[in-house]
């Protein structure tokens, strides 16, 4: 489904023990379908903030965000879920899939939590697990797998219910950079492919070969600043 991403003056502001931390500044961005943002910045430079704004982890303290029409800033928490669900996908650094599920058995949980039937499920995941080129390796389970093919797993899980929206928080962290690679060249074909946006946050310089836009995140702000 394409829809634009729209994060107009985000700004996140923590309080820590009576402290003030500034996460992000002031973040303005726009992602369109089919469209890959690497968000780069050092560690606590606020990319984490921004995605979890982004998925309705976390709410902005000033600044909205919309999804096509939809406000995310604005969204009641039932809302929300389904948003999770349907029309974002998550990937993290450490995939978190079940141990004793087969890829199929991962992928196919994430579907049934979105609500599809299941010969939908089984369509959609058999389709993801394809394009991931997992299509061989469906009944294995993740300790059967390598660590490149886990992660791999997760990106079909993410990609299943085809949501607007890929989210990927440091996907390439726990990867060699050979592996990383494939992985990012992966996020450019689904984005390529399936119309979907893919915000990549890393600190990882090799997603600039694969992306569109990079963005640079310094102490919460965008560097260097856009001028409107
Ligand atoms: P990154 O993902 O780029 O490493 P983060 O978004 O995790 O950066 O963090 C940005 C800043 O916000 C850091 O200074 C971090 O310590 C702070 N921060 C993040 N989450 C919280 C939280 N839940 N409570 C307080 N401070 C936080
Ligand atoms: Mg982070």
């Known amino acids: ?29 726009l ?25 309705g982890l976390d709410r902005p303290s000033n600044g909205r965000i919309w999804l096509g029409a939809e406000e995310v800033t604005d969204m009641a928490e039932r809302r929300l879920v389904q948003l999770r669900r349907r029309h974002i996908g998550f ?8 141990p004793t599920y087969s890829a199929r058995e991962n992928v196919d949980l994430m579907l049934r939590l979105a609500g599809f039937s299941r010969q939908e499920r089984q369509t959609r995941a058999g389709q993801a697990l394809k394009l991931v080129g997992l299509g061989k390796w469906q009944d294995h389970r993740p300790f059967e797998l390598s660590g490149g093919q886990q992660q791999r797993v997760a990106i079909a899980r993410a990609l299943a219910p085809r949501p607007a929206v890929i989210l990927a928080d440091e996907p390439t962290g726990e990867l060699d950079s050979a592996t990383g690679q494939q992985v990012l060249r992966l996020f450019r074909q ?18 600039d070969a694969f992306a569109d836009e990079v963005v640079h995140l310094v102490d919460g702000r965008v560097h260097p600043p856009k001028s409107e």
């Open 91 to 98: 990937v993290f650094q450490s995939h978190a899939l079940l």
């Open 1 to 29: 489904m394409s829809k634009n991403l729209r994060i107009e003056h985000v700004s996140r502001i923590y309080e820590v023990g009576g402290r003030k931390v500034t996460a992000l500044q002031d973040v303005s961005l």
């Open 190 to 207: 689904i984005a390529d492919e399936q119309g979907t946006a893919v915000l990549i946050a890393t600190h990882d310089l090799a997603v």
């Open 31 to 55: 992602v369109k379908p089919g469209q890959v943002v690497a968000l780069r910045g050092r560690s606590g430079s606020g990319k984490t903030t921004l995605l979890n704004c982004i998925g």
